[in-house]
């Protein structure tokens, strides 16, 4: 595989991770102009964001979770050569999982198919990983 199709789904998940980072900063910016939010109220981190702004902080959060662990596996599949079609495919499903979690986690939030979504991809990065250990392993 090239670098560029084993990349692709990386550079989306990216993607998907910077379009929540300014949804957030968005939704964060409205509630201090509109004086929703004072600056005093969250200043130290106080969680005294309004729940719509909290929800695009939390889903943005969620991204510097189960995605590391795809990332982990990129960075170390790539120099090693061991990036073939099922990874790639994989990582493909795995991020499409991760827009239907944060597709739900940002409109309804209602916490079972946000749960369903999220529970696939850890079933994809599971099945990536143990793909992956038993290529490097056996030397398949």
């Not at 969680?47 to 702004?53: G, I, K, L």
């Not at 795809?70 to 990582?91: E, G, T």
């Not at 529970?119 to 398949?140: D, E, H, N, P, S």
């Amino acid at each position: 595989m090239s670098v560029q199709m084993v990349l692709l789904p990386v550079f989306i998940q990216i993607g998907l991770t910077f379009a929540l980072l300014f949804a957030m900063a968005t939704a964060r910016t409205r509630t201090l102009a509109s004086g929703e939010t004072k600056m005093a109220d969250i200043a130290l981190r106080q969680p005294n964001w309004p729940p719509r702004a909290t929800q695009f902080a939390n889903c943005f959060a969620n991204q510097f979770e189960l995605p590391v662990l795809l990332y982990v596996l990129i960075a170390i599949a790539l120099p090693l050569r061991r990036a073939d079609l099922f990874i790639v495919l994989m990582s493909w499903v795995f991020v499409v999982t991760r827009f239907a979690h944060a597709g739900v986690f940002v409109s309804s939030n209602d916490v079972r198919p946000r749960s369903l979504a999220w529970f696939a991809g850890v079933l994809v990065l599971a099945a990536m990983w143990l793909y992956f250990a038993l290529k490097l392993l056996l030397l398949i």
